[in-house]
């Protein structure tokens, strides 16, 4: 059943922490606070490539050379360990 979201461009919690390179648990806070769309199928939380490439958007360009700026950190709710 999975596989059969992938085709179609939905992500699960799991397989969206690996796309992004973060944990499980970053993306479900994440989502929580409503950093990144997702929607519920019963039991499941899915989220869309459009929602995980919004997502990506809305995050500060990286620039070689320079740490993140605490704005930034501050949005995301950041402690500094992912």
Do not use: C
């Not at 919690?13 to 499980?24: H, M, Y």
């Not at 409503?34 to 939380?45: D, E, F, I, Q, T």
């Amino acid at each position: 059943m999975i596989e059969d979201l992938e085709q179609f461009g939905i992500k699960t919690v799991a397989s969206a922490a690996e796309f992004l390179g973060l944990s499980i648990s970053t993306v479900r806070n994440e989502i929580r606070h409503g950093r990144l769309r997702a929607r519920k199928s019963g039991s499941k939380v899915l989220i869309t490539h459009g929602d995980l490439f919004e997502y990506i958007n809305s995050l500060e360009p990286w620039r070689p050379g320079h740490a993140p700026t605490a704005a930034n950190e501050a949005r995301r709710g950041s402690t500094g360990g992912e």
